[in-house]
């Protein structure tokens, strides 16, 4: 366990070296490594939304001896993991594409140690309000660097792996948008 703290302050707090020093790790102790913090995570999330469910629409009294949030923790508990294994295999494809159109060179497992490693700030802190949102942020700083460590390409080209997706979905929104805008003014109704 001190081995996996260990790891988790370099990623925050050193992340070129402890990058760089994760090169070779096997993708098993990724998988160890993301698969820990995860279901810390989804255990915090989860306590803290049902607590602020039942605080919010119950009184405290009827909050502390409620069935429903004994109902509702379970599925938060399991549907927490699942969209994070699901965002980390559809995010990393979507992210390994564009490493692989800019000109990175290591294979698939690379890039999803990428994402295990720099989403570490997310599920240490995304739970707590307003630092978590912060957190985000520097996983995107993480991921960049990552990114140019463990694929071996140019920051410049990091920095485009990581932004080109977030430019394409604005470009894709405002098109959506445009067209029905246009479109509101051709079709007239009768």
């Given amino acids: 366990m001190a081995a996996i703290v260990a790891k988790a ?9 402890t990058f760089r020093q994760l090169r070779e790790e096997s ?3 990724a998988c160890l490594h993301y ?30 001896t409620s ?3 004994f109902f509702f923790f379970p599925f938060l508990v399991a549907g927490t993991p699942l969209t994070f294994i699901i965002g980390l295999f559809l995010g990393g494809a979507i992210l390994h594409l564009f490493i692989h159109l800019l000109g990175g060179k290591k294979g698939f497992e ?3 140690r990428t994402v ?6 997310v599920f240490i802190f995304s739970w707590i309000p307003l630092i978590g949102f912060l957190a985000i942020f520097y996983a995107l700083f993480l991921e960049i660097l990552a990114i140019r460590e ?41």
């Fill in 9 to 17: 302050a370099g990623i925050l707090f050193c992340p070129v070296k």
């Fill in 27 to 29: 993708f098993g102790d």
């Fill in 35 to 64: 698969g820990i913090f995860f279901v810390l995570y989804s255990l915090l999330s989860s306590l803290l939304v049902v607590a602020g469910f039942l605080l919010h629409f119950l009184s405290l009294n009827e909050a502390l």
């Fill in 67 to 69: 069935p429903l949030g």
């Fill in 110 to 112: 690379q890039t999803l």
């Fill in 116 to 121: 295990m490693y720099s989403t570490t700030p």
């Fill in 150 to 190: 463990l694929q071996d390409i140019s920051t410049e080209r990091a920095i485009l792996v990581v932004l080109l997706p977030f430019l394409l979905v604005l470009i894709l929104i405002a098109l959506a948008f445009s067209f029905f805008w246009f479109t509101s003014f051709i079709i007239v109704p009768d």
